[in-house]
Nanobody, 130 residues
Framework: QVQLVESGGGSVQAGGSLRLSCAAS??????????MAWFRQAPGKEREALGT????????AYSDSVKGRFTISRDRDRNRMSLDMDGLKVDDAAMYYC?????????????????????WGQGTQVTVSS
């Protein structure tokens, strides 16, 4: 079992930046083998995958909606994943979730869905004002 806890959400003006973190605990002896992901969900919308990172190599992949603005990174020593968000838009406002799966294969998929990841955090809210 892997427990995930997000932090770093808050309110920011459009054009601003914010950094979210996801701390992993539990059966993290194989943290380096995890494929971890960021998702978000705005009110009335489906949960949207933003991107993934394979902890072992740090290789990342992003959805087109955030490519070039958001950056995913990891700190293997601290069992953490981060999401750096720049150039935030009002449409980026949502609840942001981190997720994980023990298979690196999830990280090489072209698209991701909620069902691909068995482990989830509780979410952290991001508000963007115009």
């Amino acid at each position: 079992q892997v427990q995930l806890v997000e932090s770093g959400g808050g309110s920011v003006q459009a054009g601003g930046s914010l950094r979210l973190s996801c701390a992993a605990s539990g059966s993290t002896a194989s943290f380096s083998g995890l494929c971890m992901a960021w998702f978000r969900q705005a009110p009335g919308k489906e949960r949207e995958a933003l991107g993934t990172i394979y902890i072992g190599t740090g290789e990342t992949a992003y959805s087109d909606s955030v490519k070039g603005r958001f950056t995913i990174s990891r700190d293997r020593d601290r069992n953490r994943m981060s999401l750096d968000m720049d150039g935030l838009k009002v449409d980026d406002a949502a609840m942001y979730y981190c997720a994980a799966d023990a298979s690196w294969l999830k990280c090489v998929q072209v698209q991701w869905s909620e069902s691909d990841f068995p482990y989830w955090g509780q979410g952290t809210q991001v508000t963007v004002s115009s």
